[in-house]
Structures are given as C-alpha cells and as structure tokens.
C-alpha cells in the first residue's frame, strides 16, 4: 500500500480513539452529575432523619426486651397471637366458602 492509505489510516484511527475518549468523558460527567443530584435529594431526608431523638416520636412507651420479664407473660402473648392467627385462617375459610356458595350459583 501506499504510505498516503497507512497516513489516512491512521489519522482516522486516531480521530475514532480521541472521539471514543470525548464520548466516555462527556458521559461520565453526565453521570457524575445526575449521582450529584440524587445525593443531594437523599442528603435531606437522612439528615432530617439523623436529627430525630430516639424514641422521640414514639406514640406508646417502649416495652422491656422479652427476656427480661416472667415466663408467663410471653406465653400469654404467644397465646394472643395464636388466637389472632386461628381468627384470621377462620375469617380467610369463610371468604372462601361465600366466594364459592357464590360461583357455584352461577354454575348451574
């Protein structure tokens, strides 16, 4: 080949390197600066989080960890909550069967 091709050649070669490196750069500061944006919104929020005293804005008073009280008050609450689970699982059966009764009507 001639050296007036390898000459082209390589000043086109060079123009795609330094146009690929201007697209990354301009694209890096884009983000960069989109990055920027979303710390500066999240910055508020957390900082106004960060200021809050604990248990400041509770509305009941924080009561002791379990393992600190009698035996017999974590099963009565255990208990409570089974009879909550047993009244959920009935309420959900009979959902059920009157969603059942009522397609069954349209069946027939």
């Not at 960069?32 to 979303?38: M, R, S, T, V, Y």
């Not at 710390?39 to 509305?59: C, N």
């Not at 089974?82 to 959900?92: F, G, W």
Request: a positive charge; proline letters at 6%.
């Amino acid at each position: 080949m001639p050296w007036w091709i390898w000459l082209i050649l390589s000043l086109f070669m060079l123009a795609m390197i330094v146009a690929g490196i201007a697209y990354a750069a301009l694209h890096g500061f884009r983000a960069l600066n989109g990055i920027a944006e979303i710390g500066s919104r999240l910055g508020k929020p957390l900082s106004e989080l960060a200021d809050v005293p604990q248990g400041a804005d509770a509305r009941e008073p924080l009561a002791p960890p379990t393992f600190t009280q009698p035996l017999n008050s974590a099963i009565s609450r255990y208990d409570d909550a089974q009879v909550d689970v047993i009244r959920c699982r009935n309420a959900k059966r009979e959902r059920h069967a009157r969603a059942w009764a009522r397609w069954s009507r349209f069946n027939r």
